[in-house]
């Protein structure tokens, strides 16, 4: 019964309708209603009355949600990758199209970070510096090997998929490995993070990544420092050895997060 109310709300959600907040919200309905008759009465008996009611803004489902989520894949990979990049303090850190209110908030409360998204952005934020490119598309002569340091974040596997406005590109991900590795200097660090699983693309979302295919395809132009990744329940599992068993089973993930520190060879 639960797997078939997810796959509804999951179908919902795609029209913009939770059904799951819905619920929680008829359920909060009537606690407001009580709660706002007795706030109402000490109010009114207040005598130091500063505040006055203006409005209701009724919040019908916050109570029955945690107290801040801290666990999936963005939650992990974005504190761990920003943590990498203070440690390693390169001279030039660039981002392709990874989360402007997580990873990059998180490095540019320190740092000075340049950010490729195929979107435009209109925001001017401190020590952060835009530029809208299509990374699918051959990049300029100035952008080959600028950096010794490039962040990736759950990104490449939209590449081409058309989810974001970008171009139908079957290769999509294989045009975006391409650029990163000619703009990365040698010896540079690659931070890149993937959903991990049995190998297959789920239209236009994404595609999801098998470590043989991610370890073959790094081969001979990377080294991996350090792998991590976050499990279908969404917990961390951090630095961990890379084993052909694990690989061939993905780490036990159907849709995990994979999270590569990698040295250009």
């Known amino acids: ?126 020590n952060i510096k835009f530029l809208q490119l299509d990374m699918t598309k051959p990049i300029t002569k100035e952008l080959y090997s600028c950096c010794d340091s490039l962040s990736c974040l759950h990104a490449l596997e939209h590449f081409g998929l058309g989810r974001y406005g970008d171009p139908i590109n079957y290769n999509g991900h294989i045009k975006g490995l391409e650029n990163l590795y000619n703009m990365l200097k040698k010896s540079g660090k690659l931070y890149l993070s993937v959903p991990i699983g049995p190998l297959r693309i789920e239209f236009n979302a994404h595609r999801v990544f098998s470590l043989s295919y991610l370890i073959d395809f790094f081969a001979g132009k990377y080294s991996v420092d350090q792998f991590s990744y976050v499990d279908d329940l969404g917990e961390l599992h951090e630095d961990i050895k890379i084993l052909d068993r694990d690989i061939k089973s993905n780490y036990g993930c159907n849709y995990g997060c994979g999270i590569f520190e990698m040295t250009k060879l």
């Open 1 to 126: 019964m639960k797997k078939i109310f997810k796959k509804l709300n999951k179908t919902m959600l795609l029209f913009g309708f939770d059904l799951l907040k819905t619920i929680k919200s008829i359920r909060g309905f009537p606690i407001f209603g009580v709660e706002f008759y007795y706030f109402a009465k000490q109010h009114k008996k207040c005598v130091d009355n500063k505040f006055p009611i203006v409005k209701l803004y009724p919040c019908l489902s916050d109570r029955f949600e945690e107290g801040g989520i801290v666990r999936g894949h963005y939650f992990h990979q974005d504190l761990l990758v920003a943590r990498r990049i203070y440690l390693n303090s390169p001279n030039r850190h660039i981002d392709i199209g990874s989360r402007i209110d997580g990873f990059v908030a998180h490095v540019a409360s320190y740092r000075n970070i340049e950010v490729i998204d195929i979107r435009y952005s209109t925001s001017k934020l401190p």
